[in-house]
T-cell receptor
């Protein structure tokens, strides 16, 4: 089975800090995604990547950037964390459009 | 832009009941539709993936159907158990060619023992 691993389950950071959320998949998938999930707003796409060094903005990219230097790793970066970025962050990967998505277990980020 | 709606938002049933969760989408030009389960505070677990050429998929007590022309999918859970309590989400690709998923807001299911 494909495994998607997010490095932290819980994270507490201070306002203004630079925050890195890491995601690693072990099945050579082309596509990787970052979503955030908030009560009442559901899952919203932040960024995705369809190849190494390639990235595309999702629906809510403001305040975030991403890095994909290696195929298996997709990092989400909060350049200057703010309290409105407190959320559950979910990483996913997929082989292509014909295959399903596999999600990591999520990172609950709290910005204080 | 693709929009996905799930009805009902919440459902509480006694153990043993058969139940149906509904999902509708606005753009019928989809590659596939995927159903997920999410336990509180956890990530998403894939349950079933239906390709656009298929009408249904089954896994154990779960059966998902897809009617592309009407923009609808249903997830049928047979003989529900307390362990089925979770939020169920459906998702489809955002639009033609785009790889990312658009999710419904989910149905929160509680199965009473």
């Amino acid at each position: 089975d494909v495994k998607v691993t997010q490095s932290s389950r819980y994270l507490v950071k201070r306002t203004g800090e630079k925050v890195f959320l890491e995601c690693v998949q072990d099945m050579d998938h082309e596509n990787m995604f970052w979503y955030r999930q908030d009560p009442g707003l559901g899952l919203r796409l932040i960024y995705f990547s369809y190849d190494v060094k390639m990235k595309e903005k999702g629906d809510i990219p403001e305040g975030y950037s991403v890095s994909r230097e290696k195929k298996e790793r997709f990092s989400l970066i909060l350049e200057s964390a703010s309290t409105n970025q407190t959320s559950m962050y979910l990483c996913a990967s997929s082989l292509d459009n014909n295959y399903g998505y596999t999600f990591g277990s999520g990172t609950r980020l709290t910005v204080v | 832009k693709q929009e996905v709606t799930q009805i009902p938002a919440a459902l509480s049933v006694p153990e043993g009941e058969n139940l149906v969760l509904n999902c509708s989408f606005t753009d019928s030009a989809i590659y596939n539709l995927q159903w997920f389960r999410q336990d509180p505070g956890k990530g998403l677990t894939s349950l079933l993936l239906i390709q656009s050429s298929q009408r249904e998929q089954t896994s154990g007590r779960l059966n998902a159907s897809l009617d592309k022309s009407s923009g609808r999918s249903t997830l049928y859970i047979a003989a529900s158990q307390p362990g089925d309590s979770a939020t169920y989400l459906c998702a489809v690709p955002q639009d033609t060619g785009r790889r990312a998923l658009t999710f419904g807001s989910g149905t929160r299911l509680q199965v009473q023992p």
